[in-house]
């Protein structure tokens, strides 16, 4: 069988985001199941589960073959193209009805990430990028900001862990804080990226990510222009932390993270 095209691979993305979007909206607002997972405050809905069987009924359709790693089911499959899921990025958000959540699908063969979608269905707003294709809001190309420093100011968003007992994040937001840097936490890491992406954001870090958050977000905010890595600036897996920023703010950036800035 020949290699799927990137532009086929996007649509099915798409496609998924969408269902996942659209089911969200049919249940916002609504009672709907909600528990906790890890944590008291690592909530989960039902709507997390309604919108990943959805999309892995879109991506199956087309690609019965590929594999496909969803938050809340897992990886299932082990085929060369590995579909990575997060159905419902801000479940805290969702679930108090707070307007900040999305979907997020992106494709990866054997670990290089070809295409990704993320959908704001509160906004109607579609991220998209594919390798090397560059990246997209609702069709439209999309690039990082040029803020040159922290102190333009720049504009970061940031996420804090479900676990009470992981305190890493403390220095490096004590940081940030302490020199004056305007900080958010919006509580959707894919839209967190799809933010820097266009603009919006001057640049995000964040510990303890799952592959999930960042799958289709990374590769927006590269194909927008943008630079992605750990907190050593090495990009790839991100170990603990990572760290997304428009080219000129990343090394700063970093260094205040680290703490050598
Ligand atoms: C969470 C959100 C949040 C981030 C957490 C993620 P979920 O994802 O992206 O902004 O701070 O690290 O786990 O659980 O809502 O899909
Ligand atoms: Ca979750
Ligand atoms: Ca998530
Ligand atoms: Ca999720």
Redesign the pocket.
Known sequence: MSAPLLTDLLAVAVQAAREAGRIHQQYAGRAFEVRSKTTFSDLVTEVDALAEAAIREVVAARYPDHAVLG?EEGQQGDGEYRWVV?P?????NYAHGFPVYCASVAVEHHGQRLAGAVYDPTRDELFTATLGGGAHLNGAAIHVSATASLRAPALIST???YDATERRFMGPLERLLAGGVPLRRP????LDLCYVACGRLDGYW?I???PW?SAAGALIVTEAGGLVSDVHGHPGPHGEMLVAANERLHHELLAVLRGDG
Request: hydrophobic letters at 35%; a negative charge; glycine letters at 22%.
């Open positions: 938050e997060d419902l990025d801000g479940t805290v996420g804090f862990p509580g959707a890491a894919a964040e303890g990510l799952k958050d």
